[in-house]
């Protein structure tokens, strides 16, 4: 059975740091390309962070470029989502979600696994 498990998620000021991780099982970790997404209320399921299997990370680069960055670690089953200068916008519960396509996808549609979320509250 496949678990993926955030955690990390919180209560911070604007201007603040968080780091996210989600920790995996049931399923072999290193062939499978790892994304955070999150969802705000009212609001589609938005794609945030995604790392490949074999390496080389991508952005959503219009909200998040140069705060966020994504890691994995392949011997521990993890990854996390580093998060600096929160701004209240980025306020969501936030998901990790593994596809077992060898590409990054921004489409929920395409990844097979999910996390239960956790919630990011940003305060201005």
């Known amino acids: 059975q496949v678990q993926l498990v955030e955690s990390g998620g919180g209560l911070v000021q604007a201007g603040g740091s968080l780091r996210l991780s989600c920790a995996a099982s049931?399923?072999?970790?290193?062939?499978?390309?790892m994304g955070w997404f999150r969802q705000a209320p009212g609001k589609e399921r938005e794609f945030v962070a995604g790392f490949r299997w074999n390496g080389g990370s991508t952005y959503n680069a219009d909200s998040v470029k140069g705060r966020f960055t994504i890691s994995r670690d392949n011997a521990k089953n993890t990854v996390d989502l580093q998060m600096n200068n929160l701004k209240p916008e980025d306020t969501a519960v936030y998901y990790c979600?593994?596809?077992?396509?060898?590409?990054?996808?921004?489409?929920?549609?395409?990844?097979?696994?999910w996390g239960q979320g956790t919630q990011v509250t940003v305060s201005s």
């Open positions: 979600a593994a596809s077992g396509y060898r590409i990054i996808y921004y489409s929920p549609r395409e990844y097979n696994y």
């Open positions: 049931g399923l072999t970790f290193s062939t499978y390309t």
